[in-house]
């Protein structure tokens, strides 16, 4: 079935004679989302309404004058699919919302599934997606204060951002990118990610500061040690949706076994205590640095696979 040119004003797109797509209202569609998605992984973050920091717009999905489902789509973009019971043709909606995101997406670019979790995951093979190779999860501790010690030969700072018209900047940027770059160039998640380039940091870096607040950065560490001014350690704390959440976290090859990323932890802990219930990150599995979090309190939430993909020659 040819469909209708996306476009982020239209409200209802008709997808086969059967099923159509209805954007939905936020608020609502999240209430709904927060009870189907998965019992397991709400149940872990033990939220009321699915908190998600929408810059894209939730759809319905219809099957004649029946709401059946839900799900995040765009061109190149799928997430957050889920169905309303006892509405059981998962496959046959997956099928056509496959159909729609060919039809949509930029086919020089690929096509993404986001954060796919394990009841669905044969669901997306079955229909030709492709996962990556590794599994990430969140975890997650109560935000609690903590006396932290320091080396006297370090000096510890928060980042800080600057604005030019509408544009923002953190101060020393480019050497904050370099240093993220430079911890995690060779390591577990940077090769599984593929991000070997400094591009990819540049971009990450880059758009930080659009991403967190005043209490975020107060709560944030950039770690330098005093003999040298050399940055060591870094711990950039960030928003997802309505929660504060590690956005980086990196320490220096040798200056690791100082402690230095527990007490950053400790730090943001610290600083979040009265603005913040809980503190997020996410960590991939086989990550060394798990052992850090766990050992200081953060609890794991489901395993799922970060991404699924079409190929871009589709049959």
Not at 152 to 178: A, M, S, Y
Not at 229 to 252: D, Q
Request: aromatic fraction near 14%; charged fraction near 25%; charge should be negative.
């Amino acid at each position: 079935m040819k469909l209708s040119p996306w476009s982020i004003e239209q409200k209802t797109y008709p997808l086969s004679d059967e099923f159509r797509l209805q954007k939905a209202d936020k608020a609502e569609w999240g209430i709904f989302c927060s009870v189907y998605y998965s019992s397991e992984y709400n149940g872990f973050f033990k939220e009321q309404v699915y908190d998600f920091q929408l810059r894209r717009d939730p759809f319905w999905i219809y099957k004649g004058e029946d709401k059946v489902g839900g799900v995040v789509i765009e061109p190149n973009v799928l997430y957050l699919l889920f169905f309303i019971p006892p509405f059981n043709e998962e496959g046959m909606v997956l099928k056509i919302l496959k159909n729609a995101l060919i039809q949509w997406s930029d086919s020089s670019k690929p096509i993404i599934v986001y954060e796919i979790l394990p009841e669905q995951a044969d669901l997306f093979a079955r229909a030709g997606f492709w996962p990556d190779e590794f599994r990430c999860r969140w975890m997650q501790r109560p935000t609690e204060a903590f006396t932290v010690d320091w080396d006297g030969e370090l000096i510890v700072i928060e980042p800080k951002i600057r604005t030019e018209n509408e544009d923002k900047k953190l101060i020393d940027q480019d050497e904050i990118t370099k240093f993220f770059y430079e911890c995690n160039i060779g390591r577990i998640d940077a090769v599984r990610r593929k991000q070997e380039t400094v591009d990819s940091y540049i971009s990450m870096i880059g758009s930080y500061p659009y991403l967190t607040n005043k209490v975020c950065l107060n709560a944030s560490s950039l770690v330098y040690e005093k003999q040298t001014n050399k940055l060591v350690g870094a711990c950039l704390v960030s928003l997802e949706g309505t929660f504060s959440a590690v956005y980086e976290i990196a320490v220096m090859p040798g200056f690791h076994g100082r402690g230095i990323a527990t007490k950053m932890l400790k730090r943001a802990l610290t600083g979040l205590k009265d603005h913040y219930p809980v503190l997020r990150l996410y960590v991939m599995q086989g990550n060394t640095a798990e052992s850090v979090y766990y050992n200081l309190g953060f609890m794991p939430g489901p395993l799922e696979v970060q991404k699924f993909h079409l190929p871009h020659k589709m049959d």
